[in-house]
């Protein structure tokens, strides 16, 4: 790999992909791509932290694939894979967990959420899933972590556990930072604006491969307030910021620019409007991937290589991590 500063990220294939994971991670990818040497990964392997329907897994990280493709990831400049091809993600997560206090792990907002959403089922798995996601970015000594705010507290757990590693064992591990866009970093359930948009919730949720007709309905069913003006405040309009937020980041328009625009126009006119500059955006997004979908070849070739050259990176810290805690080399 070149001197270039790196990238690593991922999202689940735990449902498909959002708007809210394309605002607040991949634009920032495939702006950075250029920049950095980049690793974006399919973390499979963090989907099965709630149970997931094996064939739907199966189709999901395949068509995340060529999401990220038609996003605009050019898979010949970055190394693009499936986290399960790369068994350095669970050999690294193991030794991390050595290094991972149980109190930091209880305190993850994410884990309180998650668990009280799968009350039923709160497995190890879950409470565990900061100490991979810190093996998946330490693998490969990354020094960006592009990420929405919901993740910055995962990042800051990852750099402490690499803090604590190194501390113990010498230099070895790069310390990631977070890099959260000015805008769209949170963007809210267009249900329920005061949370976040997930994928878990389809109401509240756009997916990029949402037809058009979708779309416009689910802005123009946004829950607002009872008032008229689209004025950005999010304590007192929460769902009015948000479609503000999602307005300027699909059109690149600034805040003052989209209140101006629409100032004294009411939220008949905003609405529908916020619907198709997102229709504008997703249309050759979703058209690409449909296209890259039906070339399974294409895309296998892809993961196959990525995970090739993954490993290579991978294998290379993960000997460094054995010898230093005391592991007879092979
Ligand atoms: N609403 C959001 N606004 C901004 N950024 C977001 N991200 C996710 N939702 C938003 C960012 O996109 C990436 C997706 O990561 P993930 O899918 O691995 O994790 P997640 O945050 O658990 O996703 P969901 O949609 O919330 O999943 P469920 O419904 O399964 O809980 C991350 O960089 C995230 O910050």
Same mark, same amino acid.
């Given at each position: 790999?070149?001197?270039?500063?790196?990238?690593?990220?991922?999202?689940?294939?735990?449902?498909?992909?959002?708007?809210?994971?394309?605002?607040?991670?991949?634009?920032?990818?495939?702006?950075?791509?250029?920049?950095?040497?980049?690793?974006?990964?399919?973390?499979?392997?963090?989907?099965?932290?709630?149970?997931?329907?094996?064939?739907?897994?199966?189709?999901?990280?395949?068509?995340?694939?060529?999401?990220?493709?038609?996003?605009?990831?050019?898979?010949?400049?970055?190394?693009?894979?499936?986290?399960?091809?790369?068994?350095?993600?669970?050999?690294?997560?193991?030794?991390?967990?050595?290094?991972?206090?149980?109190?930091?792990?209880?305190?993850?907002?994410?884990?309180?959420?998650?668990?009280?959403?799968?009350?039923?089922?709160?497995?190890?798995?879950?409470?565990?899933?900061?100490?991979?996601?810190?093996?998946?970015?330490?693998?490969?000594?990354?020094?960006?972590?592009?990420?929405?705010? $919901?993740?910055?507290?995962?990042?800051?757990?990852?750099?402490?556990? /690499? !803090? #604590?590693?190194? *501390? %113990?064992?010498?230099? @070895?591990?790069?310390?990631?930072?977070?890099?959260?866009?000015?805008?769209?970093?949170?963007?809210?359930?267009?249900?329920?604006?005061?949370?976040?948009?997930?994928?878990?919730?389809?109401?509240?949720?756009?997916?990029?491969?949402?037809?058009?007709?979708?779309?416009?309905?689910?802005?123009?069913?946004?829950?607002?307030?009872?008032?008229?003006?689209?004025?950005?405040?999010?304590?007192?309009?929460?769902?009015?910021?948000?479609?503000?937020?999602?307005?300027?980041?699909?059109?690149?328009?600034?805040?003052?620019?989209?209140?101006?625009?629409?100032?004294?126009?009411?939220?008949?006119?905003?609405?529908?409007?916020?619907?198709?500059?997102?229709?504008?955006?997703?249309?050759?997004?979703?058209?690409?991937?449909?296209?890259?979908?039906? $070339?399974?070849?294409?895309?296998?070739?892809?993961?196959?290589?990525? /995970? !090739? #050259?993954?490993? *290579? %990176?991978?294998?290379? @810290?993960?000997?460094?991590?054995?010898?230093?805690?005391?592991?007879?080399?092979?």
């Amino acid at each position: 790999m070149s001197e270039k500063k790196r990238i690593f990220s991922g999202i689940q294939p735990s449902g498909d992909l959002t708007l809210g994971s394309y605002m607040g991670a991949i634009k920032n990818w495939v702006a950075l791509q250029d920049e950095y040497e980049c690793l974006f990964c399919i973390v499979d392997m963090h989907a099965i932290t709630v149970r997931q329907v094996p064939a739907d897994l199966r189709r999901r990280s395949l068509s995340q694939l060529a999401q990220y493709i038609a996003c605009g990831l050019d898979p010949e400049k970055n190394i693009m894979f499936i986290q399960s091809h790369v068994p350095q993600h669970a050999e690294l997560g193991w030794v991390l967990g050595c290094y991972t206090q149980f109190g930091e792990l209880s305190r993850m907002t994410q884990f309180k959420d998650k668990s009280a959403k799968h009350a039923d089922n709160i497995t190890s798995g879950l409470f565990t899933y900061p100490v991979l996601m810190a093996a998946d970015i330490l693998l490969y000594q990354a020094d960006l972590v592009p990420v929405g705010e $919901d993740q910055k507290q995962h990042v800051e757990l990852c750099r402490d556990i /690499a !803090q #604590r590693f190194n *501390y %113990v064992h010498g230099d @070895t591990f790069t310390l990631p930072e977070p890099f959260i866009p000015k805008m769209g970093a949170r963007i809210m359930s267009l249900g329920e604006p005061t949370n976040k948009m997930s994928k878990s919730d389809p109401d509240g949720c756009v997916f990029l491969m949402d037809k058009p007709e979708d779309i416009m309905r689910k802005f123009k069913r946004a829950v607002t307030d009872c008032d008229t003006e689209v004025r950005f405040d999010p304590k007192e309009k929460p769902g009015i910021s948000n479609l503000l937020s999602i307005y300027c980041t699909a059109t690149g328009k600034t805040l003052e620019q989209a209140q101006e625009e629409f100032a004294g126009q009411g939220y008949g006119v905003f609405k529908p409007a916020v619907g198709e500059a997102v229709v504008e955006l997703l249309r050759p997004i979703r058209e690409e991937a449909e296209r890259l979908m039906k $070339d399974k070849a294409y895309l296998e070739g892809i993961y196959q290589e990525g /995970a !090739q #050259r993954a490993q *290579y %990176v991978a294998n290379k @810290t993960l000997r460094k991590v054995y010898k230093k805690v005391g592991f007879v080399a092979k």
